[in-house]
């Protein structure tokens, strides 16, 4: 799957700038460590290509809370997720209950927007998702092993959507748990070994279940 940066940062009305910041510093009342980082939005998508622009995490934000805020237009911030392979089973995460979006659902892991780190143009979906696997598990790009794009799936209500890809990591499930709460970043408030005879309780993230009937 190839990602372009070829579209340019939308221009919003001035009611839409006004909402948009009257949100934001709402948010930052309850997250006061929210970041207004350059994140992803597809404009097209197609088998092969993700044609868009970059975007304001503040503007995604934005519509999370208030979807109709752009009118006719949606904005499609593009998110990675893993669909983890550890030595004894599938790994999924769930969400911390102080998580600003889908709060305590259980989603593949590692996931997180498409950002631009370091002010760069060129998107690579893999390299996206080793930085989520250090940010949030603690574990490094040498000790994961991305393969392709498994899916693309829409968020009905937000418009996110997830490329889910496979990653396989040469750790048993304790000792990923134990990397995750000594280096991870608190993403997670517990990660679960999938078993055939043992589900997890509460609701999960679309994408999950989708990646699940693929694996």
Same mark, same amino acid.
């Given at each position: 799957?190839?990602?372009? @940066?070829?579209?340019?940062?939308?221009? *919003?009305?001035?009611?839409?700038?006004?909402? @948009?910041?009257?949100?934001?510093?709402? =948010?930052?009342q309850s997250y006061p460590a929210l970041y207004n980082g350059r994140v992803f939005c597809a404009d097209d998508i197609t088998p092969s290509h993700i044609h868009g622009h970059w975007s304001e995490y503040r503007r995604? *934000?934005? #519509?999370?809370?208030?979807?109709?805020?752009?009118?006719?237009? @949606?904005?499609?911030?593009?998110?990675? @997720?893993?669909?983890?392979?550890?030595?004894?089973?599938?790994? %999924?995460? /769930?969400?911390?209950?102080?998580?600003?979006?889908?709060?305590?659902?259980? #989603?593949?892991?590692?996931?997180?927007?498409?950002?631009?780190?370091?002010?760069?143009?060129?998107?690579?979906?893999?390299? #996206?998702?080793?930085?989520?696997?250090?940010?949030?598990? &603690?574990?490094?790009?040498?000790?994961? #092993?991305?393969?392709?794009?498994? *899916?693309?799936?829409?968020?009905?209500?937000?418009? %996110?959507?997830?490329?889910?890809?496979?990653?396989?990591?040469?750790?048993?499930?304790?000792?990923?748990?134990? /990397?995750? /709460?000594?280096? &991870?970043?608190?993403?997670?408030?517990?990660?679960?070994?999938? /078993?055939?005879?043992?589900?997890?309780? &509460?609701?999960?993230?679309?994408?999950?279940? =989708?990646?699940?009937? *693929?694996?």
């Open positions: 799957m190839h990602v372009l @940066v070829d579209r340019p940062l939308p221009a *919003l009305t001035e009611a839409q700038e006004a909402a @948009v910041s009257r949100i934001w510093a709402d =948010a930052l995604v *934000l934005a #519509q999370m809370k208030e979807p109709g805020i752009y009118g006719d237009t @949606v904005l499609k911030p593009l998110a990675v @997720v893993g669909l983890m392979f550890a030595q004894d089973g599938v790994v %999924i995460g /769930r969400r911390a209950d102080t998580s600003i979006y889908l709060p305590g659902y259980w #989603q593949g892991a590692p996931a997180g927007n498409v950002e631009s780190r370091a002010q760069e143009n060129i998107v690579d979906l893999p390299t #996206q998702l080793l930085a989520e696997c250090e940010e949030e598990l &603690g574990l490094t790009p040498a000790e994961c #092993q991305v393969g392709p794009c498994l *899916l693309a799936c829409e968020h009905p209500s937000t418009h %996110i959507v997830d490329i889910g890809m496979r990653i396989d990591v040469a750790l048993s499930f304790s000792d990923l748990q134990k /990397r995750c /709460r000594e280096q &991870g970043n608190a993403e997670y408030g517990a990660l679960h070994l999938i /078993r055939p005879d043992h589900t997890p309780e &509460g609701p999960v993230v679309p994408t999950l279940a =989708a990646l699940l009937e *693929l694996s």
